[in-house]
Structures are given as structure tokens and as C-alpha cells.
T-cell receptor, first 110, second 117 residues
Framework: RKEVEQDPGPFNVPEGATVAFNCTYSNSASQSFFWYRQDCRKEPKLLMSVYSSGNEDGRFTAQLNRASQYISLLIRDSKLSDSATYLCVVSDQAGTALIFGKGTTLSVSS | DAGITQSPRYKITETGRQVTLMCHQTWSHSYMFWYRQDLGHGLRLIYYSAAADITDKGEVPDGYVVSRSKTENFPLTLESATRSQTSVYFC????????????????FGAGTRLSVL
């Protein structure tokens, strides 16, 4: 079983759509959880941390279910600028190393 | 506010040559990391360092050597480059804290695109 698995994508949506990405992880002792965004030929950048209680940042909502080892990201009112690859990221048990999913590509069109 | 910088940004070399990729951070982060990113594999950890003179292997360390004599620098050396090491290499750093887990956030450099011919 891969350590972090994501929806393969790509997701092609119109502007204004709501889109959800899912992710599962295998290490139940993982400490930290994040969503990173990576634009084409650029470095990954933190989009948001993910907390057990769920958290929201503007149009973005992240959820964590530790019992199911499941993470989600919801993007509301999609913008053209949201087009990117979204990486689900989980720390190892010590919280030191990050394990990255392969990413899900989102393409938002007008 | 330089943050984390990698050099060179692009490198073409030949098989068998030694290549060193540089990484420098100005935040005094204790942890630094090297990843490679390939199609179909995503980001894979090569080596990481918890502090000066402390390094540890990641998922794919074979063929690579690292050192960390100063906190701010973490060079990655390919001792004898092979075609399979053609990739995009990213350096990252983090403050790391057992309690404040948001400090485990890693910040990435812009990457080095390496081609081994």
C-alpha cells in the first residue's frame, strides 16, 4: 500500500465550480498534515495545514479524519488561478520527514 | 528576504561526472531536505539533515552524498552521475517542532533541473 494516495485526476472544471480532492494515508502515527500546491515547473508551496477539527481559508476547506486516515480539500468558486497540481502531504511518525502524494491536477477553464 | 535558494537552476552534465547542487537558506532552520521529482513518482526524499554535521538517508539515497558543515548550507553531490539521475531536484528547510506541528512545514527552493547525457 502506498503511503499517501490521491485521486489521480486530472480534474477539469469551469470557473465557479466546487471541486473536492481526497487523500488517504497509511501511517496512523503521522503527526502533521498539509496540502501543498505546485504550479507547472515551479516548487511546491504550502496551501494550508490540516487540523483534526477541520479548517477553512477563504474558498478552501480542509478536513482530516484520523480514524479513517483520510484527508480532503474542498475548493469553492474555482478561479482560473486555481489551476495547479495539489499535493497531499503527511509527516512521518516523528514529524520530521514529509511524505508526498503524487498530486492531483486541477484545470479551471472559463 | 532571500529565503531558500538553489544553484544552479539548470545543469547539463555527462554520465560519470561529479556534480554538486547547492542549497542555501537564510532562516536558520535546523532541518534541511533534498528531494527529487520525477513523472510518475512524485517527490521522493533523498537525504535530510537535522542540524550541522547530522545527516540521514531518505527513500532514495543511492548515488548521492550530502554534507552540512554550516546550518545554512546543504549541498548535494552526485559522485558519478547516471542517466537515471536526470530529474528536478528540490531543496527544502523547516524549523521543526515536536509540539508546534505547524513548524514542520517545509519551504522549498525553486529547484534545479539536471540532465545527465
Amino acid at each position: 500500500r502506498k503511503e499517501v494516495e490521491q485521486d489521480p485526476g486530472p480534474f477539469n472544471v469551469p470557473e465557479g465550480a466546487t471541486v473536492a480532492f481526497n487523500c488517504t494515508y497509511s501511517n496512523s502515527a503521522s503527526q502533521s498534515f498539509f496540502w501543498y500546491r505546485q504550479d507547472c515547473r515551479k516548487e511546491p508551496k504550502l496551501l494550508m495545514s490540516v487540523y483534526s477539527s477541520g479548517n477553512e481559508d477563504g474558498r478552501f476547506t480542509a478536513q482530516l479524519n484520523r480514524a479513517s486516515q483520510y484527508i480532503s480539500l474542498l475548493i469553492r468558486d474555482s478561479k482560473l488561478s486555481d489551476s495547479a497540481t495539489y499535493l497531499c502531504v503527511v509527516s512521518d511518525q516523528a514529524g520530521t520527514a514529509l511524505i508526498f502524494g503524487k498530486g492531483t491536477t486541477l484545470s479551471v477553464s472559463s | 528576504d532571500a529565503g531558500i535558494t538553489q544553484s544552479p537552476r539548470y545543469k547539463i552534465t555527462e554520465t560519470g561526472r561529479q556534480v554538486t547542487l547547492m542549497c542555501h537558506q537564510t532562516w536558520s532552520h535546523s532541518y534541511m531536505f533534498w528531494y527529487r521529482q520525477d513523472l510518475g513518482h512524485g517527490l521522493r526524499l533523498i537525504y535530510y539533515s537535522a542540524a550541522a554535521d547530522i545527516t540521514d538517508k531518505g527513500e532514495v539515497p543511492d548515488g548521492y552524498v550530502v554534507s552540512r558543515s554550516k546550518t545554512e548550507n546543504f549541498p548535494l553531490t552526485l559522485e558519478s552521475a547516471t542517466r537515471s539521475q536526470t530529474s528536478v531536484y528540490f531543496c527544502a528547510s523547516s524549523a521543526r517542532d515536536r509540539i508546534i506541528t505547524t513548524k514542520n512545514i517545509q519551504y522549498f527552493g525553486a529547484g534545479t533541473r539536471l540532465s545527465v547525457l
